[in-house]
């Protein structure tokens, strides 16, 4: 195959991580980006979507001060930028005389100290964790941008998204389409596209078969970071339409790079499941405690698999120094607990204190015994324990201004396995999207060279250690069982029926399904967490507490 000749253009792909809201770091972020860009010789520079205000504002652009701010600091950059073209990601106003939302997700052509084009964002995705009909209002064109001879078409992150690579067609109009129909020699696309396992291949594929069908190159810039509960994974592509991926930047990093569209050659290096979700994670939990001020963390060190994996994202993420454990033995927990987890402390490099709960949840019993006089011990006492924990654990964060971690597994959130204002408690949750197995897959690709996760948290039966002789098992099914039925009923949304139909115990899936629906209270109460698969709890998940459906 001869192949096509490619415009003779170096474009510069600023990958960067921006804080929403935070329009003065957002530009000098971009300006940084920009200028490294020129270094590498760049002819031409794409940012992510809304590059200028981070991804997503959600009801802040509502603010009255949020968008004009917005416009202010993009007059600012464009007075900065020269005969090179920058194109940002920001919000404008929606201007037009008929009904419609008050803003636009915009992006911007800035050249010459000038906003040269305007570009409206035509898809507005409002499924899963988008929500941008909310806001926006799209674009009703699309047309090339005419610059230096070449015919760019300028799109916005869902807009480049076809309905092939959609379960079902969710709109009436396909800008790439409409761009190549005009006829363009280079498609750009900015975007904030959120992460979740398995996502960088299908974005691959799509911008494979996107620079395929229109004969053109695609620059892709995506976002990177993280901003609450969504990870941005970054993994910038550049898509020639004979030779598919010439280039995709690296995850999870904030970083620039400039390609030759007429010499881009290079293989695709893709990492392993586990290790792209420990990457994520350690990203959202390093993001989210630094941008929300925290420079240290906190949490609790039951000699567990889950509290074990969160203190050694916590420690990459933050320092070994900035991590505080603390292992609080009662009267159930056994004597290894303790050794697995100052071992793991030991090995890491972290702190961790030891304080009893024994006495405390005495204590808390004496003091209650006249109102249970005539009960037996029950989950009640179980949950003194865990709550008892929670209040050590705030305390420690409350004194010294640390980040509480929790350290619950998504098996566990998904059927209540948990105590609220107990082991619930806390700023973060790490792995709350993290099913238990991918719990154990991701500590033996840490493990992978040497041990850092003591091997006998990683092969004793995982238990809470509330009443004699407790194992998870005694409750739930087995680990691999619950987590291919929470796959199937949380994130593809399977009937009940549809799940036994598949050949899983009747009895067992509906209480699954029953545990699900009766804890979703507990789960509109926890900490936010990080989003690694399709379907997590919290912002991309709906659901009412006070139902009666069963299906």
Same mark, same amino acid.
């Given at each position: 195959?001869?192949?096509?000749?490619?415009?003779?253009? *170096?474009?510069?792909?600023?990958?960067? #991580?921006?804080?929403?809201?935070?329009?003065? @770091?957002?530009?000098?972020?971009?300006?940084?980006?920009?200028? !490294?860009?020129?270094?590498?010789?760049?002819?031409?520079?794409?940012?992510?979507?809304?590059?200028?205000?981070?991804?997503?504002?959600?009801?802040?652009?509502?603010? !009255?001060?949020?968008?004009?701010?917005?416009?202010?600091?993009?007059?600012?950059?464009?007075?900065?930028? #020269?005969?090179?073209?920058?194109?940002? @990601?920001?919000?404008?106003?929606?201007?037009?005389?008929?009904?419609?939302?008050?803003?636009?997700?915009?992006?911007?052509?800035?050249?010459?100290?000038?906003?040269?084009?305007?570009?409206?964002?035509?898809?507005?995705?409002?499924?899963?964790?988008?929500?941008?009909?909310?806001?926006?209002?799209?674009?009703?064109?699309?047309?090339?941008?005419?610059?230096?001879?070449?015919?760019?078409? +300028?799109?916005?992150?869902?807009?480049?998204?076809?309905?092939?690579?959609?379960?079902?067609?969710?709109?009436?109009?396909?800008?790439?389409?409409?761009?190549?129909?005009?006829?363009?020699?280079?498609?750009?696309?900015?975007?904030?596209?959120?992460?979740?396992? @398995?996502?960088?291949?299908?974005?691959?594929?799509?911008?494979?078969?996107?620079?395929?069908?229109?004969?053109?190159?695609?620059?892709?810039?995506?976002?990177?970071?993280?901003?609450?509960?969504?990870?941005?994974?970054?993994?910038?592509?550049?898509?020639?339409?004979?030779?598919?991926?010439?280039?995709?930047?690296?995850?999870?990093?904030?970083?620039?790079?400039?390609?030759?569209?007429?010499?881009?050659?290079?293989? +695709?290096?893709?990492?392993?499941?586990?290790?792209?979700?420990?990457?994520?994670?350690? $990203?959202?939990?390093?993001?989210?405690?630094?941008?929300? @001020?925290?420079?240290?963390?906190?949490? &609790?060190?039951?000699?567990?698999?889950?509290?074990?994996?969160?203190?050694?994202?916590?420690?990459?993420?933050?320092?070994?120094?900035?991590?505080?454990?603390?292992?609080?033995?009662?009267?159930?927990?056994?004597?290894?607990?303790?050794?697995?987890?100052? *071992?793991?402390?030991?090995?890491?490099?972290? &702190?961790?204190?030891?304080?009893?709960?024994?006495?405390?949840?005495?204590?808390?019993?004496?003091?209650?015994?006249?109102?249970?006089?005539?009960?037996?011990?029950?989950?009640?006492?179980?949950? $003194?324990?865990?709550?008892?924990?929670?209040?050590?654990?705030?305390?420690?964060?409350?004194?010294? &201004?640390?980040?509480?971690?929790?350290?619950?597994?998504?098996?566990?959130?998904?059927?209540?396995?948990?105590?609220?204002?107990?082991? $619930?408690?806390?700023?973060?949750?790490?792995?709350?999207?993290?099913?238990?197995?991918?719990?154990?897959?991701?500590? *033996?690709?840490?493990?992978?060279?040497?041990?850092?996760?003591?091997?006998?948290?990683?092969?004793?039966?995982?238990?809470?250690?509330?009443?004699?002789?407790?194992?998870?098992?005694?409750?739930?099914?087995?680990?691999?069982?619950?987590?291919?039925?929470?796959?199937?009923?949380?994130?593809?949304?399977?009937?009940?029926?549809?799940?036994?139909?598949?050949?899983?115990?009747?009895?067992?899936? *509906?209480?699954?399904?029953?545990?699900?629906?009766?804890?979703?209270?507990?789960?509109?109460?926890?900490?936010?967490?990080?989003?690694?698969? !399709?379907?997590?709890?919290?912002?991309?998940?709906?659901?009412?507490?006070?139902?009666?459906?069963?299906?």
């Amino acid at each position: 195959m001869i192949p096509l000749m490619q415009p003779d253009l *170096r474009i510069g792909i600023a990958q960067i #991580n921006g804080i929403v809201g935070d329009f003065p @770091g957002n530009v000098k972020k971009i300006l940084a980006a920009y200028r !490294s860009c020129l270094d590498q010789g760049a002819d031409l520079v794409v940012t992510p979507e809304m590059s200028l205000v981070g991804y997503p504002p959600r009801d802040l652009v509502h603010k !009255s001060q949020f968008v004009p701010k917005c416009l202010q600091a993009l007059d600012y950059l464009c007075g900065e930028i #020269n005969k090179v073209p920058l194109l940002v @990601g920001y919000i404008d106003h929606f201007s037009g005389s008929a009904p419609g939302r008050p803003f636009r997700n915009a992006a911007a052509w800035l050249e010459n100290q000038a906003i040269q084009h305007k570009i409206w964002k035509t898809l507005m995705p409002t499924y899963d964790v988008f929500d941008e009909l909310r806001y926006f209002e799209p674009g009703e064109s699309c047309q090339p941008i005419v610059w230096n001879g070449l015919r760019i078409g +300028v799109t916005i992150c869902e807009d480049i998204w076809n309905e092939e690579f959609l379960p079902r067609p969710l709109y009436d109009r396909d800008p790439v389409a409409e761009l190549d129909n005009s006829g363009i020699d280079l498609l750009l696309n900015l975007s904030a596209s959120p992460f979740h396992a @398995g996502k960088p291949t299908i974005r691959r594929k799509l911008l494979e078969n996107v620079a395929a069908e229109i004969q053109a190159p695609v620059v892709y810039c995506n976002a990177v970071g993280g901003n609450d509960e969504l990870l941005f994974d970054g993994h910038s592509i550049v898509a020639l339409p004979d030779r598919g991926v010439v280039l995709q930047m690296n995850g999870f990093v904030e970083e620039t790079t400039t390609v030759d569209l007429r010499q881009a050659v290079g293989a +695709v290096h893709e990492l392993g499941e586990a290790e792209q979700l420990y990457r994520a994670l350690v $990203m959202g939990l390093r993001d989210y405690a630094h941008k929300c @001020g925290f420079a240290s963390a906190c949490l &609790g060190l039951s000699g567990g698999i889950d509290s074990a994996l969160t203190a050694v994202i916590a420690a990459e993420a933050l320092g070994v120094e900035n991590v505080h454990g603390l292992t609080m033995p009662g009267p159930f927990s056994s004597g290894g607990s303790v050794d697995d987890s100052f *071992r793991l402390a030991k090995q890491l490099g972290i &702190g961790c204190a030891e304080v009893p709960i024994t006495d405390a949840f005495a204590a808390v019993k004496d003091s209650l015994a006249p109102l249970f006089s005539g009960r037996k011990e029950d989950v009640t006492e179980e949950n $003194m324990q865990a709550r008892i924990r929670g209040l050590f654990l705030m305390s420690l964060s409350n004194k010294f &201004g640390h980040l509480l971690l929790t350290t619950g597994n998504k098996s566990e959130l998904a059927v209540g396995y948990c105590t609220i204002y107990g082991d $619930m408690c806390g700023g973060l949750a790490v792995i709350s999207d993290l099913p238990k197995t991918m719990v154990y897959e991701v500590a *033996r690709w840490i493990n992978r060279d040497r041990e850092i996760i003591p091997w006998n948290t990683m092969e004793k039966a995982p238990s809470a250690e509330l009443r004699p002789d407790q194992k998870d098992q005694d409750t739930l099914p087995p680990y691999d069982v619950l987590d291919a039925v929470l796959h199937l009923l949380v994130e593809r949304q399977l009937s009940t029926d549809e799940v036994i139909a598949a050949g899983y115990d009747e009895t067992m899936v *509906r209480w699954v399904q029953r545990r699900i629906d009766l804890n979703e209270w507990k789960r509109q109460q926890s900490a936010p967490g990080l989003r690694v698969t !399709s379907k997590a709890f919290g912002i991309g998940r709906r659901m009412p507490i006070v139902q009666r459906f069963q299906g």
